[in-house]
């Protein structure tokens, strides 16, 4: 079966380039996982000149729900995180684009939309995470986002010059010879052992939307926390990639700066920090319902997961070519990053878009099971508030 993409081939390799830039952001070392300084909002800047308005969008929301299936995000936190600080900060930046054109660099468009993610992102620290604590990493976070929008500004004004492939996109764009080969995917079994190979993604991923209700509006504090070490146990059990000592390394992190605000009776002192007991329960409620939402994400959000329709059709290349642009990364030396950028885009821009079968794992009556009591347990936290 092909579909014909008006000038949605594009939209799909630069889909990739965000997924790639998103992954090379995941290594760099930060204060806290969920604050982003935006390097894979590169792709967006060069889309300003390439898309209208409607593609333009298209293409933000491949970048924040394809980067939140790969990463397995996609129902937790981060992935708000990243919608508020991707979505407000792409349509500055299409808006300044259009209405100063040529009279406003990419250097003046990367540091608005760097400084109004980080805002957007501290605004939402602040109501749900550290509170008037927000304004002590205020300060180095605006600072490094500052720092980031200016360094992709020059870049892309750079490879904006520079690159062949890019010239071709603006010329090219409503071309409508571009096919995406793509075939209907079996329902197969994954012969390779372990308990994961027996949910399907869209079974865990409707487990999810069941279990999140019991846990986010859970008044207890002392109930989410059971909750969260049953999410942790599960995570455990279904062996997933969980850096634990970075998860309670950030839960410190989020208590400690609650503790700058005292309010309700003093406990004990530490230091300048007075410990009063409604910072310090504000502090582990917040940091608890966080990292518990990170588990559920991190346990019933898998890579396999389909979204139906054309932009299921469309992420799903952007998907092909960020696993071609992951095995072409060795390609990219810093001397010529920008040549080879441009020529590993090239080269991806002539190649046809095979999406080919691959194992969809369908669940099976047991995984039905283990699905339901996983969701009865999570609720059971609330018989202690009926009874």
Known sequence: MSMRLPGKKELALLGSFCFFLSAIEYMIPKPLPFLRIGIANLPLMLALDIFPLPSFLILVCIKIIGQAIITGTLV????????????????????????FKDRITFVGIGTAGALVSNLSQLAFAHIFIFGESTRYIAPPFLAAGLVTGIMLGLFCEVFSHKSIWFREQKISINRDDLKIETKDEPEIE??????????????????????????VFNPGTELRVIQFFFFLLLALIFKK???????????????????????GRVLFSFGFIKVTSGALRAGVHRAITLQGLFLISRVFIKEDLKI???????????????????????????????????NMMLELNNEPVELTASYKIKTKPAGYLILAVIVILSWLPWLSLII
């Open 76 to 99: 937790s936190y981060i992935f708000i995180f990243s919608f508020l600080g991707t979505f407000l900060s792409a349509l500055l930046m299409f808006l300044l684009r259009r209405l």
């Open 190 to 215: 994954n012969p390779a052992p372990g308990i994961n190979n027996i949910f399907g993604a869209n079974s865990l991923f409707a487990a999810s939307l069941l279990i999140i209700p019991s846990f």
């Open 241 to 263: 990639k969980i850096n634990v000592f970075s998860m309670f390394v950030v839960i410190a992190s989020i208590i400690v700066f609650n503790l700058f605000i005292a309010h």
């Open 308 to 342: 139906p329709g054309a932009f299921g059709k469309l992420l799903g290349a952007s998907l092909y070519f960020f696993g071609r642009l992951m095995s072409r990364k060795i390609q990219i030396k810093r001397k010529n990053i920008i040549i080879n950028i441009d």
